[in-house]
């Protein structure tokens, strides 16, 4: 960038001068402080478009100093494979993470890939009551040393904010916040709960939350069930409830929530402010708390209230979400109540159209607001060593409205064109947040950003296993039940792959898979046919490839693999994902359809597609930096003796 071009995007913000002091060095003196702002789903095109729109005025700062680079991601680029990556230095080979969803290969039953509850060794059983005699824990099954052990080793203090793929957090000398992968109080990645007397409403799909009927019986009182986490001390582990009554006031259009102890008012169109729960497993004795906000759709003519996933309360964690276990109560007790569940934005109540585009975006600005606070209460208080913030909502915003951006996506025209600045609106609260950093800043302080992916068009939906049969690699014997999950539609004696998560293809292995039939002398020879083949597919409606790169899983990850690895990762070209179908193994009738989801950005396509983002105040001296660098390279920006082991050191030619 040219001197006057720089001044004149950086003349609007007060940390030009720092950037102007400091940018021009050649080489980095080991620091005091380094600031890492993780911003999930930052995309490189999208950034560079926004700096020279002047909209980005600090990121411009930046730029400056260390060059706007692309990042390599990870293959597949999901952000829970790619934060791995950065945690550890090493990829899916190591860290053990390949996608959101892993499966059992003697059930191909699916699982959360990060984490997992063991219950407890003995449980005495007294009537229906099931007393735990030793206690039960949750396991991450994330792999590999993370790299900031090298730096606290060293008596460098280390502070991570919402990390993501870290639940539940890593004992040590690291402070730690749990981020993505954080479940909610039922144990999911994010329910809802609607409640309404509007009978069109009504409806027993359960994806990412439940509709619950309630009824006005003539007191103007609606009692509402709330379901909680399960009950482990009965007998069938029955949910935990509690009741909310509701009264309404429709004169007003105003009505009260009464829960447990606490009671608010909120007129129609109103968020609630977190309001906390309490479950008893064994009354007066054993109980769990939790925290959710209510919104206020409609109470006239019909009620609709919906209720947010219930969150782990910070103040009082059922689950360990920070180390140490004290880190998040006193985080609470100085900011409040705060989100703690993974995906904070309820991307499923707008796909269900439980929420608008408009209610969607007031929930998530809430939940900026919130980061915003987190991140500003602990840059203040930082004093030396490593600072990490998370920030999800780029993420998770642009997932659900990239379609404003995309004259291609089928859901461009159908959406309200005042919509269509709320990209740039989240990059612009970005930007501020680099502008806090920079002016953090000293002659001791390095800065970095850095993304774990960039973002491409979902516009058309790949039913992988609906291709599988129809090319002959399984066999469907059960049509009617093609719509119904974990592949209920086929024969597994005469089914040779399967697909299973967003970028996932298994060989029904004999040994491996319960009820495979293909051997393993077998295994090379067919993967290469179904590279060939998968590779020479084009969508008949565009005439365009849908898959750029086929990748078998062991060419790009050479050695042992576990058995729960996929044997083909898909890289999708631009514009295709996956479909919601493939996820879970069913078989809809089409292979290719159009994505009608207002989720309508991915990055879960080839990896060369969705690079992510690297910005720095220290200028870099290798090319190609890649995520698998970056723990290496912070550390190096330290005076410790020895780097982690991992990716290069992308601050020196030289990679001491």
């Given at each position: 960038?040219?001197?006057?071009?720089?001044?004149?995007?950086?003349?609007?913000?007060?940390?030009?001068?720092?950037?102007?002091?400091?940018?021009?060095?050649?080489?980095?003196?080991?620091?005091?402080?380094?600031?890492?702002?993780?911003?999930?789903?930052?995309?490189?095109?999208?950034?560079?478009?926004?700096?020279?729109?002047?909209?980005?005025?600090?990121?411009?700062?930046?730029?400056?100093?260390?060059?706007?680079?692309?990042?390599?991601?990870?293959?597949?680029?999901?952000?829970?494979?790619?934060?791995?990556?950065?945690?550890?230095?090493?990829?899916?080979?190591?860290?053990?993470?390949?996608?959101?969803?892993?499966?059992?290969?003697?059930?191909?039953?699916?699982?959360?890939?990060?984490?997992?509850?063991?219950?407890?060794?003995?449980?005495?059983?007294?009537?229906?009551?099931?007393?735990?005699?030793?206690?039960?824990?949750?396991?991450?099954?994330?792999?590999?040393?993370?790299?900031?052990?090298?730096?606290?080793?060293?008596?460098?203090?280390?502070?991570?904010?919402?990390?993501?793929?870290?639940?539940?957090?890593?004992?040590?000398?690291?402070?730690?916040?749990?981020?993505?992968?954080?479940?909610?109080?039922?144990?999911?990645?994010?329910?809802?709960?609607?409640?309404?007397?509007?009978?069109?409403?009504?409806?027993?799909?359960?994806?990412?939350?439940?509709?619950?009927?309630?009824?006005?019986?003539?007191?103007?009182?609606?009692?509402?069930?709330?379901?909680?986490?399960?009950?482990?001390?009965?007998?069938?582990?029955?949910?935990?409830?509690?009741?909310?009554?509701?009264?309404?006031?429709?004169?007003?259009?105003?009505?009260?929530?009464?829960?447990?102890?606490?009671?608010?008012?909120?007129?129609?169109?109103?968020?609630?402010?977190?309001?906390?729960?309490?479950?008893?497993?064994?009354?007066?004795?054993?109980?769990?708390?939790?925290?959710?906000?209510?919104?206020?759709?409609?109470?006239?003519?019909?009620?609709?209230?919906?209720?947010?996933?219930?969150?782990?309360?910070?103040m009082n964690p059922a689950l360990p979400i920070s180390e140490p276990a004290d880190f998040s109560s006193n985080l609470a007790r100085d900011l409040g109540s705060f989100y703690t569940q993974g995906f904070p934005e309820d991307t499923k109540a707008l796909s269900r159209g439980i929420l608008s585009d408009e209610e969607y975006l007031q929930q998530a600005w809430i939940v900026l607001d919130e980061r915003?606070?987190?991140?500003?209460?602990?840059?203040?208080?930082?004093?030396?060593?490593?600072?990490?913030?998370?920030?999800?909502?780029?993420?998770?915003?642009?997932?659900?409205?990239?379609?404003?951006?995309?004259?291609?996506?089928?859901?461009?025209?159908?959406?309200?064109?005042?919509?269509?600045?709320?990209?740039?609106?989240?990059?612009?609260?970005?930007?501020?947040?680099?502008?806090?950093?920079?002016?953090?800043?000293?002659?001791?302080?390095?800065?970095?950003?850095?993304?774990?992916?960039?973002?491409?068009?979902?516009?058309?939906?790949?039913?992988?296993?609906?291709?599988?049969?129809?090319?002959?690699?399984?066999?469907?014997?059960?049509?009617?039940?093609?719509?119904?999950?974990?592949?209920?539609?086929?024969?597994?004696?005469?089914?040779?792959?399967?697909g299973l998560g967003l970028n996932c293809l298994y060989i029904n292995r004999s040994g491996r898979e319960e009820n495979g039939i293909i051997p393993p002398d077998q295994v090379p020879d067919l993967l290469l046919r179904l590279k060939r083949d998968l590779e020479s597919i084009t969508d008949p409606a565009t005439g365009r490839r849908v898959i750029d790169n086929a990748y078998i899983t062991s060419d790009?990850?050479?050695?042992?693999?576990?058995?729960?690895?996929?044997?083909?990762?898909?890289?999708?070209?631009?514009?295709?994902?996956?479909?919601?179908?493939?996820?879970?193994?069913?078989?809809?009738?089409?292979?290719?359809?159009?994505?009608?989801?207002?989720?309508?950005?991915?990055?879960?396509?080839?990896?060369?597609?969705?690079?992510?983002?690297?910005?720095?105040?220290?200028?870099?001296?290798?090319?190609?930096?890649?995520?698998?660098?970056?723990?290496?390279?912070?550390?190096?920006?330290?005076?410790?003796?020895?780097?982690?082991?991992?990716?290069?050191?992308?601050?020196?030619?030289?990679?001491?």
């Open positions: 960038m040219k001197r006057r071009e720089f001044l004149k995007l950086a003349a609007l913000s007060p940390a030009a001068l720092i950037a102007l002091n400091t940018g021009c060095r050649r080489t980095a003196s080991p620091a005091k402080r380094v600031i890492v702002l993780g911003i999930d789903g930052m995309d490189p095109f999208l950034l560079r478009s926004f700096i020279h729109e002047g909209v980005m005025p600090n990121a411009a700062i930046l730029m400056s100093s260390g060059g706007l680079n692309r990042l390599g991601t990870s293959n597949p680029p999901q952000s829970p494979v790619a934060w791995s990556n950065f945690i550890t230095g090493y990829g899916p080979n190591v860290h053990g993470i390949f996608d959101f969803i892993h499966r059992d290969p003697s059930s191909r039953l699916p699982y959360l890939s990060t984490s997992r509850v063991i219950g407890p060794d003995r449980i005495i059983s007294i009537s229906d009551w099931r007393l735990p005699l030793s206690g039960a824990k949750v396991e991450l099954l994330r792999k590999g040393e993370p790299f900031w052990n090298r730096l606290t080793d060293e008596g460098i203090p280390v502070k991570l904010i919402k990390l993501p793929v870290d639940f539940p957090p890593d004992k040590g000398k690291a402070k730690i916040l749990s981020g993505l992968g954080t479940p909610d109080m039922r144990g999911s990645q994010g329910s809802f709960t609607f409640f309404t007397d509007d009978a069109r409403s009504i409806t027993d799909v359960t994806s990412g939350g439940i509709i619950v009927p309630v009824r006005d019986y003539g007191d103007k009182c609606y009692v509402c069930p709330i379901r909680g986490p399960e009950n482990s001390m009965r007998a069938g582990n029955p949910d935990m409830r509690v009741e909310a009554k509701v009264w309404v006031d429709r004169d007003a259009d105003a009505l009260r929530i009464d829960i447990q102890d606490e009671s608010t008012v909120l007129a129609a169109g109103e968020w609630s402010r977190w309001l906390k729960i309490r479950f008893d497993a064994i009354p007066h004795i054993s109980s769990v708390n939790a925290i959710g906000r209510f919104y206020v759709k409609e109470i006239s003519p019909r009620l609709k209230l919906y209720l947010s996933p219930l969150n782990i309360d910070p915003l606070n987190l991140f500003h209460h602990e840059l203040s208080n930082f004093k030396e060593g490593m600072f990490f913030f998370y920030f999800s909502s780029l993420d998770l915003n642009i997932h659900m409205f990239y379609r404003v951006l995309d004259h291609n996506s089928p859901l461009y025209t159908s959406t309200n064109p005042r919509f269509k600045s709320s990209i740039r609106e989240l990059y612009m609260q970005m930007d501020r947040v680099i502008g806090d950093a920079l002016s953090a800043k000293d002659a001791n302080t390095e800065i970095v950003l850095l993304s774990d992916h960039g973002f491409a068009p979902f516009n058309r939906s790949f039913n992988l296993n609906t291709w599988l049969a129809e090319e002959g690699y399984a066999n469907i014997t059960s049509p009617h039940s093609r719509n119904q999950d974990m592949f209920a539609a086929i024969d597994w004696a005469s089914t040779a792959a399967y790009i990850y050479p050695g042992p693999l576990p058995p729960f690895a996929p044997d083909m990762i898909i890289g999708y070209a631009r514009g295709y994902r996956s479909s919601w179908e493939t996820t879970l193994g069913s078989y809809p009738e089409e292979v290719i359809t159009d994505n009608l989801d207002p989720w309508s950005g991915t990055h879960c396509v080839d990896p060369g597609v969705v690079p992510g983002t690297l910005l720095s105040t220290v200028p870099l001296s290798l090319p190609d930096p890649n995520l698998m660098d970056m723990g290496r390279s912070i550390s190096s920006l330290f005076d410790v003796p020895v780097l982690p082991p991992g990716g290069r050191n992308i601050f020196s030619d030289t990679d001491d």
